[in-house]
């Protein structure tokens, strides 16, 4: 599911905006020292606006609006080159890169920095500067939205198909207790969790939602648990716990008990 993120931005920065003027100054705080941090954070938020228009509008048809490499066009390009566009979301490839050699990517294109000929040099449509405010908006997208490690992907891919049955055994023995016995998200610790830190746990049988996950999803946040993508950290990684195989027997489970087909 492709989320628009028009409103993310100039939400922080409003928040940045009321955040700063409602700190307490001290006596050796000058005002103007107020007024050149506030217009700083001003600028920093106003160039991510930037940056984030501009990848929606040339990147996102490849890249996808979260960066995750799903974009329109990405299909077709696999397909008749068998190249992946890459993800811009994939924490582990953008820890090695400084948005200075994101720049130089998007400025001189794949073909001139070992990359895919495909990738446009965007440096002949761009100038420099939306280019850098580009760069610095694709060095968010790993907090803001972040992908499904690459580890993760190929023990999904290599585990067999799971089977609801065996799910609903591991489900009874390892989430029932915060999902419920019957997967609606009122297990016997599920009022604890509201009480101790106004978390619910999900309700696996919302067709509405599950419909929107894929199974590769569903899977990533079994294994690794709710914190790695941004959810209540009190879902814990199960992948400690279960294998692959088990965990594809889970994700069998909730598709059934959600009523919604498998989605790769």
């Known amino acids: 599911m492709k989320i628009s993120r028009q409103w993310i931005v100039p939400g922080i920065l409003l928040a940045v905006a009321v955040c700063m003027s409602c700190q307490p100054r001290s006596k050796a705080e000058a005002p103007a020292g107020n007024a050149a941090s506030l217009a700083d954070s001003l600028n920093r938020m106003a160039a991510l606006q930037r940056g984030q228009h501009a990848f929606l509008a040339y990147c996102a048809m490849c890249h996808g609006d979260g960066g995750n490499g799903d974009g329109d066009v990405a299909t077709a390009i696999r397909q008749k080159s068998g190249i992946a566009v890459a993800r811009l979301n994939d924490r582990e490839v953008l820890g ?14 794949g073909a001139h920095t070992g990359r895919s000929n495909l990738m446009p040099a965007w440096g002949e449509r761009l100038d420099r500067g939306l280019i850098h405010d580009i760069a610095g908006y694709v060095m968010t997208l790993a907090d803001s939205n972040p992908a499904i490690p690459r580890s993760t992907m190929l ?3 290599e585990a067999p ?3 609801p049955a065996e799910g609903r055994v591991l489900y009874v023995h390892h989430c029932s207790a915060c999902h419920g016995p019957f997967a609606k998200g009122d297990g ?3 009022e604890q969790l509201w009480t101790t830190n106004h978390v619910r746990p999900r309700n696996l049988t919302d067709s509405s939602y599950i419909a929107t996950r894929t ?12 914190g790695h993508f941004k959810k209540a950290v009190q879902m814990p990684a199960w992948t400690v716990t279960l294998t ?11 598709r059934e008990v959600s009523r919604t087909t498998r989605r790769r």
């Open 244 to 254: 692959p195989a088990q965990i594809k027997h889970v994700v069998a489970y909730v």
């Open 96 to 109: 090695r890169l400084t948005q200075n050699d994101v720049m130089s990517v998007i400025e001189k294109g």
């Open 215 to 226: 199974d590769r999803q569903l899977f990533a946040v079994i294994s690794l648990g709710g």
């Open 161 to 163: 198909a799971g089977v």
């Open 155 to 157: 023990q999904y891919l």
């Open 188 to 190: 016997p610790f599920a």
